[in-house]
Structure formats: C-alpha cells, structure tokens
Nanobody, 122 residues
Framework: QVQLVESGGGLVQAGGSLRLSCVAS????????MGWFRQAPGKERDFVAA???????KYGDSVKGRFTISRDIAKNTVYLQMNSLKPEDTAVYYC????????????????WGQGTQVTVSS
C-alpha cells in the first residue's frame, strides 16, 4: 500500500523560506517520479515541481529560481525547498507519485498525499 505523508508547511512572512518534506512508503522509491502540486482556495491544482526517477527536475514557471526539488533515496523522501516566498504561493501543497511521462501533468500521478498548508503573509 502506497502512502505519501507531507510535512513542513506553516505560516511565513513574504520573503521567507520553508522546506516541505514528503515521505513515501510502499513500492521502490527510486523507480518513480515524484511531484509537488499546489491548490489555492477556489483554484485548480497546479504543478509546482517534479523530480523524475532519473533525477531530472522540472519546475513550474512561477517558481523557477525560487523553489528547489530534491530527494533522499535512502530515506524515501522528496523535499521542496521554497525561498523568496510570496503571498501568491499560499496554497495547500500536495506530494504525488507517478510513473508516466509529462511529469507536470496531474494525470501522470497515481498516488497523492493529504497535503500541507503553506500560508505566506504580506
């Protein structure tokens, strides 16, 4: 049974930083793509970042240069380092696991975590 558990969300002032973590269980972690998505109230779930099974990374345009995705295979954990946070980054952040190409698409992922709230105050 696959489980994804996010942590690290919270309240931060604009310009600050947070690091999100997602621990995965079930399956062989290194064989899958891992992604981060976010959803603000009343909006669709949007792509933030992904790290493919090969280690390659991809970012949404709004976070390039500010966010960094990484993973620790030994700990079955994927991270999202978020710097220079803006109020518009406020959302629930979700971790996801998938195996299809197009790692920036929702439908490429099969398993999702419960989400962690990130709130950026101005």
């Amino acid at each position: 049974q696959v489980q994804l558990v996010e942590s690290g969300g919270g309240l931060v002032q604009a310009g600050g930083s947070l690091r999100l973590s997602c621990v995965a269980s079930g399956g062989t972690f290194r064989l899958y793509n891992m992604g981060w998505f976010r959803q603000a109230p009343g909006k669709e779930r949007d792509f933030v970042a992904a790290i493919r099974w090969s280690g390659g990374t991809k970012y949404g345009d709004s976070v390039k240069g500010r966010f960094t995705i990484s993973r620790d295979i030994a700990k079955n954990t994927v991270y999202l380092q978020m710097n220079s946070l803006k109020p518009e980054d406020t959302a629930v952040y979700y971790c996801a696991r998938g195996s299809r190409a197009n790692s920036d698409l929702l439908q490429s992922y099969d398993y999702w975590g419960q989400g962690t709230q990130v709130t950026v105050s101005s």
